[in-house]
Nanobody, 131 residues
């Protein structure tokens, strides 16, 4: 399942960006998808996820500022990022887990055994926020 992100860039603190992730290929009925980020020298972290029930979840650091949503007709996942901060600077990746039992929680995707490693990943887009 190719995942192609777009929308990264550089903005000043307080600005906004909207990331898009086009999902090609088969449309899955059961899934959890989301956005993850990794800053230099840091672990990759979950930012926002959405599952096939429409449940959304966010990391505490982005709650109230970021919104994840999807357009099923366009097979596209979005991340609207507002009130951006320098600490939001990172590579942002779109990822998908396509199987039964996946669900969104605390900005990650989970399966019955715990946090899901995700089946598919995009190449990422760079987001840079200047102070």
């Amino acid at each position: 399942v190719p995942l192609v992100e777009s929308g990264g860039g550089s903005v000043q603190s307080g600005g906004s960006l909207k990331l898009s992730c086009v999902v090609s290929g088969y449309t899955y009925r059961r899934y959890c998808m989301g956005w993850f980020r990794q800053a230099p020298g840091s672990w990759r972290e979950g930012v926002a996820t959405i599952d096939s029930d429409g449940t959304t979840s966010y990391a505490d650091s982005v709650k109230g500022r970021f919104t994840i949503f999807r357009d099923n007709a366009k097979n596209t996942l979005y991340l609207q990022m507002n009130s951006l901060k320098p600490e939001d600077s990172a590579m942002y990746y779109c990822a998908a887990s396509v199987a039964w039992g996946r669900y969104a929680s605390d900005g990650n995707c989970y399966n019955p055994e715990g946090r899901d490693p995700m089946d598919y990943w995009g190449k990422g887009v760079l987001v840079t926020i200047s102070s």
